[in-house]
């Protein structure tokens, strides 16, 4: 097969490529995409090297599969082409995530909606929520979940290359003063911000993440229809986001479910109240 990865140098694209590698992925021809910075720049990929390119509208010529793994302006701007060029594109941005032409994939839970892709686009949630939900749709289809509230701490690598940095640089300057580096985000002045936030994220856990949009919630805690597939089957979907000094984390999810079924008791009065649920007998 013939791939593309499209943010090749990022810290998913490079994340990709290790998998890709890793899984052993049937790749006879890899092509690494990246902004003008990294043209030429050299990628180690399976015991060689892979050369970065710049996007270019005749530069998906001849892939069978992309992966996207950019912002979601240069997603939105990029998967379409190389869809045209007749690639298979899965985007790992949020670009296409709620477009209703793009099927919203989970490969564990719902991996036949690949057969419909109207775009030549398959899109995946976001990590905060790709890894929950694989535990959570079983017990959506056994018990149905009307309703989850959400809070995640995300870790700084959510803000890419560019966050993993800004909390190095911050903690390297505070090397040796855990005093103040448990502390930086109360005490004024004791790091100077960076670039990605505004406060020091070196001692701090900041309550934004994504980029900020209406009513003050963020693209990725916004109440909103749900980016989890199956897409709508749940009715409303609550996150709250915040930004935490941790290179990489795991965060917390609180799904309150309905008490399962229990057959002859109260089965058929449930079973009428979960739409979308199927339950699954053993
Ligand atoms: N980080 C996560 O945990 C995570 C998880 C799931 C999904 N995502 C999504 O995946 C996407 C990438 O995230 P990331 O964390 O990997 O970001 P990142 O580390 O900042 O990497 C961004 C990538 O985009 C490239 N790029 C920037 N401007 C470009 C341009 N004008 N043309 C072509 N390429 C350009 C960068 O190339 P240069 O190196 O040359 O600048 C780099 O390869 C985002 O949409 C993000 O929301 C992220």
């Known amino acids: 097969m013939r791939v593309g990865v499209v943010g090749a140098t990022g810290v998913v694209g ?8 890793e899984r052993a992925f049937p790749v006879d021809e890899l092509r690494v995409y990246a902004s003008p910075r990294s043209e030429g720049r050299k990628l180690p990929y399976a015991g060689r090297e892979v050369t970065c390119e710049t996007l270019r509208a005749d530069g998906f010529d001849g892939l069978d599969l992309v992966i996207v793994d950019v912002d979601d302006h240069i997603a939105a701007e990029w998967a379409p082409v190389a869809a045209a060029a007749g690639a298979k594109v899965v985007d790992n941005s949020a670009a296409f995530r709620l477009d209703p032409d793009v099927p919203l994939v989970v490969t564990e839970i719902n991996p036949d909606d690949l057969r419909h892709m109207p775009k030549g686009i398959a899109s995946c949630p976001n990590c905060t929520t790709a890894v929950p939900v694989t535990a959570i749709a079983p ?7 009307e309703r989850m509230v959400v809070s995640t701490y995300q870790s700084v690598s959510g803000a890419g290359q560019s966050g993993l940095r800004e909390l190095d640089e911050q903690w390297t300057k505070g090397d040796g003063r855990s005093d103040v580096l448990r502390r930086a985000g109360a005490i004024d002045g004791a790091i100077t911000p960076g670039e990605v936030w ?3 994220i070196a001692g701090n856990v900041i309550p934004q993440a994504g980029s900020p949009g209406e009513l003050g919630y963020t ?10 597939p199956p897409r709508r089957r749940v009715a409303r979907d609550r996150h709250v986001c915040a930004r935490a000094r941790v290179r990489r984390s795991r965060r917390v999810r609180q799904p309150p479910l309905r008490p399962p079924d229990v057959e002859g008791r109260s089965g058929r009065a449930a079973s009428g109240r979960a739409r979308g649920a199927t339950r699954r007998r053993r």
């Open 14 to 21: 490079l994340e990709m490529l290790r998998v890709l590698e």
């Open 139 to 145: 017990l959506h289809r056994a018990a149905g979940l």
């Open 198 to 200: 505004d406060r020091p």
């Open 219 to 228: 693209s990725e805690d916004a109440p909103r229809e749900p980016e989890d």
